[in-house]
């Protein structure tokens, strides 16, 4: 079986066989990236994928393509739901959670018992607080260590930037616009501190921190709480839902 992560900048692959993971295979989207991702899964006796993406339409269609020529229909998309895998999602509207967002709570949920933030560190910075009984409290959509306001305006360039919920309230986001904070652009590993030091005082006091995505050993470095590096969380977070 087949895995696939598509972020903003890169996909991440899986190969998993008898339920362990026999390889891996990491590329951004450079011109010939889908000629290099089915050459890879060329090489592997699969006979089905799973995929989450958050690929725009042009990339999502040569993607599409790919996955076709090689799996038919037997590809599962995962989008993001009001309830699965034990989590409950606090979004009003839940399809508007990024799909890589609610796989890594979901994966999160099958690793830890109690109360658990959730860090993932790619070209934006995302945190999801979510209780141990499975509730999510929202959270919060910060600019990627190396990512421009001008880049992250473009990764979100179907959000209005102008509306007031952005960076309005200093509760968890229950929304994407509600969820931005963009006031943190100069520094977004201190306004991530800020957030996780203030909002740790909403879970149990023995809440855990896992951190996913490129630059998630940076920001442990950067965060007065302990938290563990957990890569595949979203893959987790796949397979569980797989097995369900």
């Known amino acids: 079986m087949i895995l696939l992560d598509c972020g903003n900048s890169t996909l991440k ?24 991702l089915a050459r890879w899964i060329s090489g592997f006796p699969a006979q089905r994928c799973l995929l989450a993406s958050v690929l725009d ?3 999502q269609a040569e993607l599409d393509k790919c996955l076709a020529d090689r799996f038919g229909d037997a590809v599962t998309r995962f989008v993001s739901r009001a309830r699965a895998g034990g989590v409950i999602n606090a979004y009003a509207q839940p399809e508007r959670l990024g799909v ?21 560190a790619g070209s934006a910075i995302t945190l ?6 499975g509730q999510h409290l929202g959270g919060a959509i910060l600019p990627g260590i190396n990512t421009s306001l001008e880049r992250f305006r473009q990764i979100f360039s179907y959000i209005d930037f102008d509306d007031p919920r952005i960076s309005a ?24 501190n ?11 006091h023995n809440a855990s921190l896992l951190l996913a995505g490129g630059d998630a050993w940076r920001v442990q470095q950067s965060l007065e709480m302990p ?13 569980r839902l797989a097995r369900q």
């Open 13 to 36: 692959a899986q190969f998993q066989e008898a339920g362990s993971l026999r390889a891996s295979f990491t590329i951004g989207y450079r011109e010939g990236w889908p000629r290099r």
């Open 57 to 59: 339409a042009t990339r």
């Open 100 to 120: 890589d967002r609610w796989l890594a709570l979901i994966g999160a949920a099958g690793m830890v018992d109690g109360d658990c933030i959730v860090i993932d």
């Open 128 to 133: 999801d607080l979510v209780r141990g009984d």
């Open 169 to 192: 309230t200093g509760a968890p986001g229950c929304s994407t616009e509600a969820a931005i904070r963009i006031d943190y652009v100069g520094n977004s590993l201190v306004g991530l």
């Open 194 to 204: 800020d957030l996780v030091t203030r909002w740790t005082e909403l879970l149990d």
């Open 227 to 239: 938290g563990r590096i957990v890569p595949d969380l979203v893959f987790r977070g796949m397979l």
